[in-house]
């Protein structure tokens, strides 16, 4: 029985879907006006294994995931590129959806872009208003009144009192209140043209916290079953959702007994580097294109689920060099075995029991991928049809992560993807016949300097019956 930790209860929570069987999905996804780095990889990656796990456990699910292409950041970098909006956002929608592709990611059902539901979100801020849960202040934008809705805070866990807007927004001359936050923004002279819509209010664009409600109302419904997003999200981009969505829903007086906007709340912890959040404003952050070109994209994914999904992560070379010989051990084990066919699994088999329960348990993956360094020893140490029956069991399981589904030589043999310090296949199987040669002559003591040497290059020499000698990088 699959248990999520819910950020709104604060607690683990058996997982019950609105609809038996059925689970809707939204994720926050990216502001496209730049390159994705690893902090967006670690979103992609873990929501992936989410959907991946609900439909291997038998749940349809629609994946919906936004693209913000319309906001502050935005603009500045068009105006500065001087490019328009749409030739900016489209260029690094393509590049986010190249990254996601290079690491082996499922796209989701739906990506909507903020641009496409202005009307959506026009509509929201006119109820808003309609329940006085909204105003248009001096300056032109529209704010949501805070204070006005008494569920505030209850996703973060913080009071009024404690709230410290300084921290949070810019206050505008036009708020009633300093909390408050803007639903729409009134047009500035200087902004392009390509920057601003009609509406009731004027000529302006919405604030970023509408979109997200408008989108995911429109595609999956008033009432959803999972929203995800990275740990900065929490607050108060999430608060605010949820105070849009079910203010526009219910207005000032909702009630205990209304459904709530969404019923569980997923966030995936910070990267850090060296001990410090990743962030833009400290230079500390890695391109996902940039790290796949020295390390293979299972090695990135890898790394990334071998913590809990809600666990920060220090990121560093070495941290991923160790992912990376852990993935060498298993698919070392996989590369005994005469076939790389996975069979379908046997509910009852232990190891299927112990990885699924690590799975229902709030995704813990940590844990699951543990069962597969488990089997590895156990394949070690088997023969016969047994062995293969193991082999078959750890790819399977490995599957519903996206683990282990090539040909382990392939990857064992594999270099680094820069490759400029890398011996050539070439030259390494020429040194192997140099080796069988030495044997073969008696030369015994030339046959280890080969080796040694080799393995001093980084490749690793396994002698098997019959004479024949696998090699695999260290």
Partial sequence: ????????????????????????????????????????????????????????????????????????????????????????????????????????????????????????????????????????????????????????GQL??????????????????????????ALWKGSKPDEPADTRWKSPWGEGRPGWHIECSAMSCDVLGEHFDIHGGGADLQFPHHENEIAQSEGALYGQDRKPSDAPFVNYWMHNGHIRVNEEKMSKSLGNFFLIRDVLK??????????????????????????????????????????????????????????????????NDDFNTPEAIAVLFDLATELNRTQGDEKLLLASTMRSLAGVMNFLQRDPTTFLQAGSRDGHLDLSVESIEVQIAARVAAKQAKDFAKADEIRKDLQKQGVVLEDKPGGITEWRRA
């Fill in 156 to 181: 973060s866990g913080k009071s009024l009192d404690e709230l410290n807007a300084g921290e949070r927004v810019a206050i505008g001359g036009g708020k009633r209140d300093p909390l408050d936050f």
């Fill in 294 to 359: 020295s390390f293979d994209p299972e090695v990135l994914r890898f790394f990334m689920l071998r913590a809990h999904y809600r666990s920060p992560i220090n990121y560093s070379d070495a941290q991923l060099e160790e992912a990376r010989s852990g993935l060498v051990r298993l698919y070392t084990a996989l590369a005994q075995t005469p076939t790389s066919a996975s069979a379908p699994l046997d509910s009852g088999s232990p190891w299927v029991q112990r990885f699924t329960a690590a799975m």
């Fill in 1 to 152: 029985m699959l248990q999520i930790y819910n950020t709104l209860s604060r607690s683990k929570q058996v997982f019950k879907p609105i609809v038996p069987g059925k689970v809707k999905m939204y994720v926050c996804g990216m502001t496209v006006y730049d390159f994705c780095h690893i902090g967006h990889a670690r979103v992609m990656i873990v929501f992936d294994m989410v959907v991946r796990w609900l439909r291997s456990s038998g749940y349809e699910v629609i994946y919906v995931r936004n693209i913000t292409d319309i906001d502050d950041k935005i603009i500045q970098r068009a105006v500065e590129n001087g490019e328009p909006i749409l030739a900016l956002t489209n260029r690094f929608i393509e590049a986010m959806q190249a990254d996601s592709d290079e690491l082996g990611l499922m796209r989701p059902d739906q990506e909507p872009r903020a641009t496409d539901y202005i009307r959506q979100m026009q509509g929201l801020i006119g109820r808003l208003i309609e329940h006085e849960l909204a105003y248009q202040g001096d300056d032109g934008d529209v704010n949501f009144a805070v204070r006005l809705f008494p569920q505030y």
